[in-house]
């Protein structure tokens, strides 16, 4: 009797704490998902990172939830909304604003949205507001696109507006800080290469705020760069800023000056030719710094340089100076020779001037010799040779071969020096013609509900492919893919922006800011610190992912629309899986030897490891990012998850409560596997039974072990 009623205490317990985590699900995440069915972002008060999954239509009509004919009102700081390219719509109701920012909102970021058909489309009265990614002037347009309260700034990057003082209002001491996306693409003015390792700076012509970068493995630095200032007309009217674009690179300088960003939305590439501003380096092959006799005339002079040019040499300080004979053309190469049979008897400087084809100068360079006549007698006859004399120098000459095909811009050759057999690798640019980028930037990205795969290719953006998400009913477009809505649980996408200081105007106004913090971030996702089920309900020999993963699948059916009395009976028809036999299937793999090179120096490689997930989602299906610590990383995949641990060695296990997922997981990790070097490895797979009333035993009985041991120790 007492045996039942503690199960029965157990299970009322363990429903109470399932219901706290159903209600409180959102509070956990920090997340607000606004899907218009459930939670309607018209007339919302949004306190904390908020996204949309769904378009909002706010014009009184119950389309929505709430019915309201406003948008929603931003009233915590430092908070991101993320609208995921989906429309607000007014539908011209005179509803008063799409997106509204308090005054108590400092610090907000507002990013992918659609917003139209208000009296004001958004509404800023705090500081320091961010725009991005956004469209204000979508049809119907809005009677205001934007309203910026007095005394505070806002940044606009890459927005879509009509910049007019009626569609944009300014209100007294306010700044609008209109910026775009601006690419420097850097290149070898002599031979047309990118050239990486660039050092960029973007400088606003007449004030101190100096944006600076490098340039990438192809030529390319990235900048976010402020087009105008918009002020009303009491402060002086907008402000348009000029800019200088430099690049510097071992030697080479280039520069574009009074550079405008003329844009309305999107990226723009400036492209910068870097000239060559070293000389050429010389080396005097022959003569050497010896005496020859006249009898080795005529002498045969040789000089190399380190890259293509002309030389010419004198032996009288230039008053007479003579061409060599290159060895890729009569004047022009890496290798030159001449000779001269008329030098007379005497001292002299060989003087070398080589010029490369940036027309830089190297006059630097002599050696002296002396000429002298052969001593009486040295000139011996007959069988008996010639006396004493030092025998002509050889021509040497670089042997190049053919160029290689056109990669990326740039091709190369192999060149062979005729006197020593040293190699050398010339690399030239390729002849690209002009070109229409078709995407911003490398990688994957969403546009208009569209996912892309962009690359960097012969000097251009190309989109490589692309996937209509919005064709498909139940999918949205986020981080570059076509997401099932039914796999979304939490899916939070973070923007971290330099800081962007233009002049003495605004010492943070162009700071496009994402609160993180660094304590509780996973390969760049958003760890929050929340208790899990797992951390309050006793779960003996069951992993903890699968108690967390069961409160989370209640946890979305809540959020879904469950109503209480539903989510009652719900509840209710667990209460026979509390007293059978629960099955766990787990697929592991161990990489003890580091055969996969996962580890380096005792760390796992963030990209490698990166990779191989993405491959592993290729093969398996979706991973969304569930939960992490120091330890480990778990994602939710479909019917089970994954966890990742980050010591060594290299351990991934999946856990399953099906056979068949479980068989698909294993199939799927060792192709994945395979490809990354682990062939050898074995991947196991294992079933483990257990059931709740054993798990509240254990936890028990581990208890109990604790009081015994803890006696012992007292004595």
């Excluded at 009322?12 to 959102?26: C, D, E, R, S, V």
């Excluded at 910068?272 to 020859?292: E, L, M, R, W």
């Excluded at 004399?389 to 990669?407: A, E, L, R």
């Amino acid at each position: 009797m007492q045996k039942s009623q503690v199960i029965f205490g157990t299970f009322i317990f363990t429903l109470l704490i399932l219901t706290f985590a159903f209600y409180n699900f959102n509070k956990f995440t920090g997340l607000t998902v606004y899907d218009c069915a459930a939670t309607d972002f018209c007339g919302s008060t949004v306190t904390t990172d908020s996204s949309l999954t769904a378009s909002h239509t706010c014009d009184g009509s119950p389309i929505c939830a709430n019915s309201a004919s406003i948008g929603g009102t931003l009233s915590s700081p430092n908070i991101i909304m993320d609208c995921g390219s989906f429309i607000v719509d007014g539908a011209l109701v005179g509803g008063a604003f799409g997106i509204k920012v308090n005054n108590t909102a400092p610090n907000v970021i507002i990013k992918r949205c659609n917003v139209k058909a208000f009296v004001n489309s958004i509404n800023i009265s705090s500081n320091n507001v961010s725009l991005i990614d956004s469209i204000l002037n979508g049809a119907p347009a809005s009677t205001v696109e934007a309203w910026i309260n007095s005394s505070v700034n806002a940044t606009f990057l890459n927005v879509s507006f009509t910049d007019t003082s009626a569609k944009i209002v300014s209100s007294a001491g306010s700044n609008l800080f209109v910026q775009y996306y601006v690419i420097v693409n850097v290149t070898n003015n002599a031979t047309g290469a990118t050239i990486s390792g660039a050092n960029v700076s973007v400088n606003a012509t007449g004030l101190t705020g100096v944006l600076t970068g490098t340039s990438n493995a192809n030529g390319l630095a990235f900048f976010n760069v402020t087009e105008r200032v918009k002020r009303a007309a009491g402060d002086g009217g907008d402000v348009e800023l000029f800019y200088t674009v430099n690049a510097t690179s071992s030697g080479l300088y280039g520069v574009n000056n009074s550079y405008n960003v003329a844009i309305s939305s999107g990226t723009q590439m400036v492209n910068i030719f870097a000239s060559d501003t070293t000389p050429p380096s010389v080396t005097i092959v022959s003569p050497a710094n010896t005496s020859y006799l006249t009898t080795s005339l005529p002498l045969l002079f040789n000089v190399t340089l380190n890259e293509n040019g002309s030389v010419m040499y004198s032996l009288n300080n230039g008053v007479t100076n003579f061409s060599m004979t290159g060895n890729e053309s009569v004047l022009f190469g890496t290798g030159f020779n001449a000779s001269n049979g008329s030098i007379a008897v005497g001292s002299y400087v060989f003087s070398v001037y080589a010029n490369d084809t940036a027309g830089n100068r190297n006059d630097t360079v002599n050696v002296t010799f002396s000429v002298t006549a052969p001593a009486a007698g040295g000139g011996g006859g007959g069988d008996g040779g010639g006396g004493g004399g030092i025998s002509p120098q050889p021509i040497c000459v670089f042997n190049c071969g053919n160029w290689s095909d056109c990669v990326a811009g740039n091709q190369s050759r192999i060149c062979t020096y005729s006197c020593t057999g040293v190699q050398k690798t010339e690399i030239q640019g390729c002849v690209v013609t002009a070109c229409l980028n078709e995407c911003p930037f490398e990688g994957k990205s969403c546009s208009n509900g569209v996912a892309i795969d962009c690359k960097f290719i012969d000097g251009c953006f190309k989109v490589v492919s692309s996937e209509d998400c919005f064709a498909k009913d139940t999918s949205v477009c986020l981080g570059g893919s076509c997401i099932s809505c039914s796999s979304l649980l939490v899916n939070v996408t973070l923007y971290v922006g330099d800081n962007v200081s233009i002049g003495g105007i605004s010492d943070e106004s162009s700071r496009a800011r994402a609160y993180e913090d660094e304590n509780r971030t996973i390969f760049g996702f958003r760890v929050p610190n929340i208790p899990r089920p797992s951390d309050f309900i006793p779960h003996g020999n069951i992993p903890a992912g699968v108690v967390d993963a069961g409160a989370g699948v209640v946890a979305v059916g809540g959020i879904a629309g469950i109503s209480w009395i539903i989510w009652i009976w719900v509840a209710s028809l667990f209460l026979p899986l509390f007293l059978i036999k629960l099955r766990h299937y787990i697929v592991p793999v161990i990489d003890g030897g580091n055969a996969m090179e996962m580890f380096e120096d005792g760390r796992l490689k963030k990209q490698r490891t990166l990779l191989l997930l993405k491959e592993l989602k290729a093969h398996f299906g979706e991973f969304v990012f569930a939960d992490g610590s120091h330890e480990m990383a778990r994602y939710l995949v479909p019917r089970g998850f994954v966890e990742l641990r980050f010591d060594e060695p290299f351990v991934l296990t999946g856990h399953f409560t099906t056979k068949g997922d479980a068989y698909l997981f294993k199939n799927a990790l060792r192709k994945v596997v395979n490809k990354f070097g682990g062939k050898d490895l074995k991947i196991f797979d294992s079933v483990e039974r257990a059931s709740i009333i054993e798990a509240w035993r254990a936890y028990f009985r581990n208890k109990k072990t604790d009081r015994e041991l803890k006696k012992v120790f007292r004595r």
